[in-house]
């Protein structure tokens, strides 16, 4: 990951009140009850004792979880050493150990009973191995909780998915349009942060080779994410068009996600450990993944399943840059 990547200066469609309530509402099934307390109340009414927390970021997971009394513990790791001494700054006198891990090399020394990822897995490259090796560190009766983004992966959303976003785009009135591609270019992908996203669409398969779902809450996305991302100056003013114009937007957003017209973007899932893994998590272990990982190696970040659409978007690219 490029020293410079910042998750944390671009604008998300959650930074919208309204969009908060749409997100709690699909999963706890209360607009007003975030997933933290839902947690609390089914989960960890008698905190858990020692919680693990992937990919921590600048620590705002495990200090609000730890508030709320989820876990008496916390161990916490970033590849990203900036962040995690942002975090300790933080830290206070809650009980959590920081420390500098990557996923591609992390084993797991302790065993917990809470494992959480929020926003993170989504930049594994090598997400099957990695999960392989965190399954055995959740007790019997450990969960593993996971809020994130499961969409396509690199948000290379598909030709459909684009054309429904365009159409709803097209009929906000203007001043709520994104100005900004529906799509990102992969080439943008790669010059940015090429973990982006880089296998997210493999999340939700990946898991479950290694965990049971016990509880799965799809949270869409699917319409409303990309058309709200770094768009959101002319919603916050909450006049009568805006809050008419971002109701239009969640309405098709769930319209749409529940038909199975959009995929869903993101995923709240709560898992227990599975006693073997899936049959199929040889293969993407030993195989597949360290194939794919060879491959983009070689081509500079570009696994296979892109490089018809990184060819074609590169000919788009020299086509509009034509005189004339
Ligand atoms: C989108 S941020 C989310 C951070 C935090 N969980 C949050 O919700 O604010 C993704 C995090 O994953 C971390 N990350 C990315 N690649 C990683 C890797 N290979 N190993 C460990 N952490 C990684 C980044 O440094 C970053 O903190």
Known sequence: MPEAVNHYQDRYWNDLSEVLAYLCRRATGNPDV???????????QVPRKRALVIGCGNGWVERDLYDRGIAEHFDAFDVAEHYLEHAKSLRGERSIRYFASDFASFVPTERYDLIVNVAALHHARRLYGFLKRLAPALTDEGIFVNWD???PSRN??????????REINRRLPPRFRTPHPLRPALKDMLTGDPTE?????????????????IARRDLGGGIAYQLLWNNLV???????????ALATLL??????????????????FICKR????????????AIREPLRESFAAATAGLY???LPAYLLQSVAAKVRRLPG
């Open 304 to 306: 296979p399943r892109e």
């Open 197 to 213: 996203a880089v296998h997210a669409a493999d999340i939700v398969h990946a898991v479950g080779c290694y965990f049971d779902f």
């Open 274 to 285: 599975r006693h073997s893994p899936d049959r199929v998590a040889a293969w993407h272990t």
């Open 34 to 44: 975030w997933w933290m307390d839902y947690l609390k109340q089914h989960y960890a």
């Open 149 to 151: 983004y499961v969409g």
């Open 234 to 244: 002319e919603f916050e003013k909450r006049d009568q068009d805006a809050r008419a």
């Open 156 to 165: 290379q959303y598909s030709r459909p998915q684009v054309r429904q976003m």
């Open 251 to 268: 309405r098709e957003d769930e319209e749409r996600t529940a038909r199975g017209d959009v995929p869903t973007l993101f995923s709240f």
